[in-house]
């Protein structure tokens, strides 16, 4: 199976920046698009922002020209720096890929745990 294991939440004061990192590893066939999802206390889990094997970026509008999603597929890494940070970012953020193991070469949807980024005013 395929793991994802997600890296550089915190805690930073508005108009911050912080850079999360998702690493996936396992019996690796292929991963498809990879991105990331916020939950904030309270409300439902929404996309942030996800990017395709081929570099295609799609970006929720609240975080258009602050937040930059990157991959790098040699070692099946999605990154998401964020800049500008405002407290309303404040939320647990997933990482999420569509990928398929070598036992399966089946394309499943793949979560890790979250990591926690608290935004102070």
């Known amino acids: 199976q395929v793991q994802l294991m997600e890296s550089g939440g915190g805690l930073v004061q508005a108009g911050g920046s912080l850079r999360l990192s998702c690493a996936a590893s396992?019996?690796?066939?292929?991963?498809?698009?990879m991105g990331w999802y916020r939950q904030a206390p309270g409300k439902q889990r929404e996309l942030v922002a996800a990017i395709t094997p081929g570099g295609t970026t799609n970006y929720a509008d609240s975080v258009k020209g602050r937040f930059t999603i990157s991959r790098d597929n040699a070692v099946n890494t999605v990154y998401l720096q964020m800049n500008n940070l405002k407290p309303e970012d404040t939320a647990v953020y997933y990482c999420?890929?569509?990928?398929?193991?070598?036992?399966?070469?089946?394309?499943?949807?793949?979560w890790g745990q979250g990591t926690l980024v608290t935004i102070s005013s």
């Open positions: 396992g019996n690796i066939f292929r991963i498809d698009t």
């Open positions: 999420n890929a569509w990928a398929a193991p070598r036992q399966t070469l089946r394309y499943l949807e793949t």
